[in-house]
């Protein structure tokens, strides 16, 4: 069996994009404008949902590395701009714990869902900004999982403050207009049988 | 800013290993065995964590793809052996969803973490195959995150089939030399200071 390695590629238009938005940014609503605006573009030019993400310096602002939602288009139900933007940000900082160096933050145009919520925890960032909620991504019928009842005090606990609603208006809108185009909803297909038919 | 992709490469020794192994396994222990197996390989190699993970085909067995954890070689926390199984098996079948084609199980060396669970949902596997308990997995230092209390139920919920304990002893053997040697416990530092140092 050949072994390929895996490849998440990012759209065409992302580089062009970032050259555009600059490299540094304000705090909060600055940085969230980004991540809005590349969930915006991914539906625009249909390169992926309606989700983006950006990993900065938290004091200096710097962006590292920016994300949007690849499952569909690369094949990898994994491929949440969460996870993407924050795998870049490690692999431009040469290290999988983004806490080893200045402190690091992700902005994502929606909250997590179950598996990014872990990924976040892994990564090493210390803030996670937030736009639109997950009760948003699920009113046009994005599944976000089995989260803890009190995920952002879950993730308290674990050293990365959680701050939500920044732009909230501006993030539900990119999901509205996603929707209203017929964008697919990609939830894994929830066969009726039982897992019992699944005799080897 | 350059957009490159997102590369997650596989360890030289995996395709000979493969090769090796042969493409139909029977089902359980069979299966279970290839998954410890590679997560020995890849801490006898100083490849990766103590984890192996594969997709294989319910009905028939047959081997779509093999993964281990790459998280520091990589530079990505989110190469667990699961997402990283997951994945090439999503770009071998050429679709984000594995419930689209013949039934699918991710085998796994080790209980997936809180990231694993959400990935697993996610993929459109339909059954779960376990060896070491999360707690054999804590037990040598590896935080799993913050799990559903009961989370077998809350998959099964959702249409995953959960079976534990296959070949435990073995895989746990493996997370006791990966200790014995040294291996780095990798979870993210955890610096002492409140999230309210960030200020931006």
Redesign the interface.
């Known amino acids: 069996?050949?072994?390929?390695?895996?490849?998440?590629?990012?759209p065409d238009w992302?580089?062009g994009f970032?050259?555009e938005a600059g490299?540094v940014f304000g705090?909060?609503a600055d940085r969230m404008r980004l991540a809005v605006g590349l969930a915006r573009r991914n539906v625009e030019e249909a390169t992926g949902g309606p989700f983006g993400a950006a990993v900065f310096e938290?004091?200096t602002?710097r962006?590292i590395a920016?994300g949007v939602n690849r499952?569909?288009a690369?094949?990898?139900?994994?491929?949440h701009a969460e996870?993407?933007a924050?795998?870049?940000a490690?692999?431009a900082?040469?290290?999988?714990?983004?806490?080893?160096g200045a402190?690091c933050?992700l902005v994502t145009s929606a909250e997590p869902?179950?598996?990014?919520?872990?990924?976040v925890?892994?990564?090493?960032v210390?803030?996670l900004l937030c736009g639109a909620r997950d009760e948003d991504a699920r009113a046009v019928g994005f599944d976000e999982?089995?989260k803890?009842p009190d995920?952002p005090a879950?993730l308290?606990r674990?050293?990365?403050?959680v701050v939500r609603d920044c732009l909230r208006d501006e993030a539900r809108a990119v999901l509205a207009e996603y929707a209203r185009r017929g964008g697919a909803i990609?939830?894994?297909?929830?066969?009726g049988g039982s897992?019992?038919d699944?005799d080897?």
């Open positions: 069996m050949a072994t390929p390695p895996l490849i998440i590629l990012l992302l580089e970032l050259a490299e705090a909060g938290v004091a602002g962006l920016a499952v569909e690369c094949r990898c139900s994994a491929a996870v993407v924050l795998s870049l490690q692999q900082r040469g290290h999988h714990d983004l806490s080893a402190a933050e869902c179950a598996m990014c919520l872990g990924a925890h892994w990564s090493g210390r803030r999982g089995d803890p995920w879950a308290g674990r050293g990365v403050e990609y939830n894994p297909a929830r066969a897992a019992r699944l080897a």
